[in-house]
């Protein structure tokens, strides 16, 4: 019997050594996660090295207009140094829009790994050529361009958002996500901002760089294995633009009020529903009878 719980002991100890060296395994090939791999996963939905500028500029040879460790502390929180009120952070944050870099939970030798990355590449495009960033085209399973999309596109599109049209690959729908998203926006005192005029703000581009390659970390791991297809993305994209044309889009905040709304209005006809299903109800104590009886019977 001792021997035996000792071979358990034994397995049990030699299970957790293994947890434990795996798990050290992953971090060391985590931590020695290269600048390239970061750079695509993460700037590239909204920064090009030398192809122009997308959502944010274009970061070729960023390493000589800014030291690395204001590049380590914008890509950390982009938005403190705004608030902050650095002066090339400000600028730069009013340039683009005031489109909030979202802040990147990187290590600095992750961030640096990231710099040496964009200072490699960069040798390799010529910065003398004046670059215009290629118009955007997207094009759908039939061939159709964003500008060929009709109404019934958009009405997809609006279905998509919302959910009432489910995604192929099992994606949540993106109200459901925004709302909440918005409402921790709010309570963290940060500018609420919602998509209605994405479009605008971030270009064609950038919001099919940001629905293809989500950037944010909340929104990636949603996505993680469960893409847009290229269809779903078309008519996401029609419908973002037709709202940011029309702004009569009912964004998040809209949405929320007419739950409320809605919910209030349900609630009054519930009350009214049940006031007349129980109108005939008794409208005393039901001892009243017998305490009246009893009193009779005196
Ligand atoms: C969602 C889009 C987005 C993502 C993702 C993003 N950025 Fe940015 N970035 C911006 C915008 C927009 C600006 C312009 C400044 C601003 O609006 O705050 C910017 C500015 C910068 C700047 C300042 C450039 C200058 O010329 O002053 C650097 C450096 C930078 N980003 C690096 C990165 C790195 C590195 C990553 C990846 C870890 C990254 N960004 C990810 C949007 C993004
Ligand atoms: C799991 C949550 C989640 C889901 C689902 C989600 N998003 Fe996002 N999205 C975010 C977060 C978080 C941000 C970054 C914070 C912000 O800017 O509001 C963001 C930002 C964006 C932005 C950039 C906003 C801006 O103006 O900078 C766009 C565009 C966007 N999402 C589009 C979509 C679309 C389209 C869908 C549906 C296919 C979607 N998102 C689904 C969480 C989500």
Known sequence: MIILKKLNRLIQKSILLILLISFSISTITFSQNNGEKIFL??????????????VGPDLVNVQNKLTEDWIIKFVKSSQSMVKSGDSSAVSIFNEFNKVI????????TQIINIINYIK???TTVSTTDVVVTPPFTLINSLGFNLDQAGKEDVNFGRQYFTGEKRFTNGGPPCLSCHNVVKDQLISGGLLSKDLTNAFTRLNAAGVDAIISSPPFPIMRTAFTEKEITLDEKYYLLTFLKQTDKDAI???????????????IVGVVILMGFFGLVWSNRKKVAVNKDIFNRQKKSK
């Open 41 to 54: 996963t993460v700037c590239r939905a909204c920064h090009t090295i030398g192809q122009g500028k997308l």
């Open 101 to 108: 870099m979202p802040d990147q939970n990187l290590s600095d």
């Open 120 to 122: 490699e590449k960069s």
């Open 249 to 263: 889009y009912q964004h998040p905040v809209n949405y929320d009020k007419k739950f409320i709304y809605s919910g």
